[in-house]
């Protein structure tokens, strides 16, 4: 079946630096949506791409869309204290195959 | 406007009860998904639900899980016989439609934590 893959797992850094989380599915995707999930919480949709080569941002945060639709990035410039949490990417038709999630902390 | 309503937040079973998860989707949505998240891991897909209708049950095991979607009322996850390691957390999501080829944004509710004892 379909499989969407996520790296790294984890990714510790210091307020302001960047931070990036990849994704791969095994499969062409007719889209690609990020949810993020803080501690404790729910996941929270934060994009959906949807077009090949695809560039969107949200302030600090830029989304990419792989020309084959099998990969994508989440791309965090700066980063914030209040990015802390757990980015998803997910995927497929009818049921959406989440990723296995980059899990961020950022130390102060 | 409510948003995904999920209860019980907390629940505690002991090995060989019944365990059953409620989800009550967001006001015009008719599509309801279940995930279970266990600790450090991500969201595995378990079914997806239209009103009266399972449309995809292929993340579900195949004993003692079951799910529902009645006209009226609520979502319901069922687990029989509950074993330790179902407890995880269960989080219901739901979208107004589902266009051909393209997915709905999910609208996920503050998801059930399930301990078995």
């Known amino acids: 079946g379909q499989q969407v893959m996520q790296i790294p797992q984890y990714q510790h850094v210091q307020e302001g630096e960047d931070f990036t989380t990849y994704c791969n599915s095994s499969?062409?995707?007719?889209?690609i949506q990020w949810y993020k999930q803080r501690p404790g919480g729910h996941p929270v949709f934060l994009i959906q791409?949807?077009?090949?080569?695809e560039v969107k941002k949200q302030k600090r945060l830029t989304f990419q869309f792989g020309e084959a639709k099998k990969n994508s990035s989440l791309h965090i410039t700066a980063t914030q204290t209040t990015d802390v949490g757990t980015y998803f990417c997910?995927?497929?038709?009818?049921?959406?195959?989440f990723g296995q999630g980059t899990e961020l902390s950022v130390k102060p | 406007n409510a948003g995904v309503m999920q209860n019980p937040r907390h629940l505690v079973r002991r090995r060989g009860q019944e365990a059953r998860l409620r989800c009550s989707p967001m006001k015009g949505h008719s599509h309801v998904y279940w995930y279970r998240q266990l600790p450090e891991e991500g969201l595995k897909f378990m079914v997806y639900?239209?009103?009266?209708?399972?449309?995809?049950e292929s993340g579900m095991p195949k004993e003692r899980f079951s799910a529902e979607f009645p006209k009226e009322g609520p979502s319901i996850l069922r687990i029989q016989q509950v074993v330790r390691g179902d407890s995880a957390a269960y989080f219901c999501a739901s979208s107004p439609r589902d266009k051909l080829g393209t997915n709905e944004k999910l609208f996920f509710g503050s998801g059930t934590q399930l301990s078995v004892l």
């Open positions: 639900l239209q009103k009266e209708n399972i449309i995809d």
């Open positions: 791409l949807v077009k090949s080569g």
């Open positions: 997910a995927g497929g038709g009818g049921k959406l195959i």
């Open positions: 499969t062409t995707l007719s889209n």
